[in-house]
Nanobody, 126 residues
Framework: QVQVAESGGGLVQAGGSLRLSCAASGRTFNNNAMGWFRQAPGKEREFVAAISWSGGSTVYADSAKGRFTISRDKAKGTVYLQMNRLKPEDTAVYHC???????????????????WGQGTQVTVSS
């Protein structure tokens, strides 16, 4: 059975950086686009960034543009989210998911993703 595990979260001061990792065990998702989403308490899951199966195409939420960078290492079967200049409003549980269907352009819609991990908590203090 495929499992996805996120890691790299933590507590950081505003302006700091974190790098999140998303690794799949059991198989890799090298033919799938992958996405990062986040969910704050009392709020719906929202899109952060996504990357195509090849790594050649990325999309970002407006809130992430210029601060976050998504990348993937296909040899390791891992997707990363480098987060710089963090703000208190970035505080949330960050999840990664696999976009259904192979060789597709990355989507911003959470409904198109599955194989969600448990998430990793990111807390940004002011």
């Amino acid at each position: 059975q495929v499992q996805v595990a996120e890691s790299g979260g933590g507590l950081v001061q505003a302006g700091g950086s974190l790098r999140l990792s998303c690794a799949a065990s059991g198989r890799t998702f090298n033919n799938n686009a992958m996405g990062w989403f986040r969910q704050a308490p009392g709020k719906e899951r929202e899109f952060v960034a996504a990357i195509s199966w090849s790594g050649g195409s990325t999309v970002y939420a407006d809130s992430a543009k210029g601060r976050f960078t998504i990348s993937r290492d296909k040899a390791k079967g891992t997707v990363y989210l480098q987060m710089n200049r963090l703000k208190p409003e970035d505080t949330a549980v960050y999840h990664c998911g696999r976009q259904r269907g192979i060789l597709r352009a990355p989507s911003k819609l959470a409904s198109e993703y599955d194989n969600w991990g448990q998430g990793t908590q990111v807390t940004v203090s002011s």
